[in-house]
């Protein structure tokens, strides 16, 4: 069965400062893994992807993650957070045999503080 | 282009009472699944239809039902409702080919349904 796990509730950065999403993942075959964000009552929005490949994934707003296949971890990374950037963050793998099933991790606030 | 429309944005219904909420996919997506967000949570799977005919489902109850039209275009039914059918329903599509199966899913903004 697929599952990820975001082990931190909410994580504080000050703006500037470099800031790390975690996300563990469990997978049976191979890992097709996302991040999405999400403002309040809005839905979804797609940031960034791995499916194969170079293990350091670029994606939109300046984000990227790392894939670690040891560790089984896909932490989002930003190198300098914004204000803006404030918002719930999940992390999502894909159904191995059915690919428009997605299972969410329970998800992340990030707080970025001016 | 238009992305994921969802219908009607908020409602709120009374506890046995019958819901329909309704999503259009992005145009040339073939692919539509539904997820229940509860306060707090991440996404809950709860269908995914495609070329009309269900391809998955979650572990709901008997009282959830979707449907896909020939234009693709989606609904979800929930009868006797109740307190904990309280959430953000999401609507998402997608291209929908398992050959693309690299594709990402895109989300609506969602129907927030209170059940009081």
């Known amino acids: 069965a697929q599952s990820v796990a975001q082990p931190e509730d909410q994580v504080n950065v000050a703006e500037g400062n470099p800031l790390t999403v975690k996300c563990t993942y469990s997978?049976?075959?191979?890992?097709?893994l996302f991040w999405y964000v999400q403002y309040p009552n809005r839905g979804l929005q797609f940031l960034l992807k791995?499916?194969?490949?170079?293990?350091l994934v670029k994606g939109s707003y300046g984000f990227e993650a790392e894939f670690n296949k040891s560790q089984t971890s896909f932490h989002l990374k930003k190198p300098s957070a914004l204000v803006s950037d404030s918002a719930l963050y999940f992390c999502?793998?894909?159904?191995?045999?059915?690919?428009?099933?997605?299972?969410f991790g329970s998800g992340t606030k990030l707080n970025v503080k001016p | 282009d238009a992305g994921v429309t969802q219908s009607p944005t908020h409602l709120i219904k009374t506890r046995g009472q019958h819901v329909t909420l309704r999503c259009s996919p992005i145009?040339?997506?073939?692919?539509v699944s539904w997820y229940q967000q509860v306060l707090g949570q991440g996404p809950q799977f709860i269908f995914q239809?495609?070329?009309?005919?269900?391809?998955g489902r979650g572990n709901f109850p008997d009282r959830f039902s979707a449907r896909q039209f020939p234009n693709y275009s989606s609904e979800l039914n929930v009868n006797a409702l109740l307190l904990g059918d309280s959430a953000l329903y999401l609507c998402?599509?997608?291209?929908?080919?398992?050959?693309?199966?690299?594709?990402?899913?895109?989300f609506g903004q969602g129907t927030r349904l209170t059940v009081v």
């Open positions: 791995y499916i194969t490949g170079d293990n």
């Open positions: 997978v049976s075959g191979n890992p097709y």
């Open positions: 239809y495609y070329e009309k005919e269900e391809r």
């Open positions: 145009s040339g997506h073939k692919s």
């Open positions: 999502a793998v894909r159904d191995g045999y059915n690919f428009n099933k997605f299972y």
């Open positions: 998402a599509s997608s291209l929908g080919d398992r050959v693309l199966g690299n594709t990402e899913a895109f």
